[in-house]
């Protein structure tokens, strides 16, 4: 079995209005990983977890 471990940069997206959440991006890793995840080509250990208002 290989893992990986995944770290991305925790910037806000450019050009967003000023109330708009700032990692949208966020959102896009976990529904590709969970793809793969469908598909049988990986299994998530440990889904990203938001605390207070931070991931």
Same mark, same amino acid.
């Given at each position: 079995?290989?893992?990986?471990?995944?770290?991305?940069?925790?910037?806000?997206?450019?050009?967003?209005?000023?109330?708009?959440?700032?990692?949208?991006?966020?959102? @896009?890793? *976990?529904? =590709?990983?969970? $793809?793969? !995840?469908?598909? &049988? @080509?990986? *299994?998530? =250990?440990?889904? $990203?977890? !938001?605390?207070? &208002?931070?991931?």
């Amino acid at each position: 079995m290989l893992v990986i471990e995944i770290h991305v940069p925790l910037s806000p997206a450019p050009d967003l209005p000023d109330d708009a959440y700032p990692y949208p991006w966020i959102e @896009e890793i *976990e529904d =590709f990983l969970a $793809g793969l !995840e469908e598909t &049988g @080509e990986a *299994e998530i =250990f440990d889904e $990203g977890v !938001e605390h207070g &208002g931070y991931y």
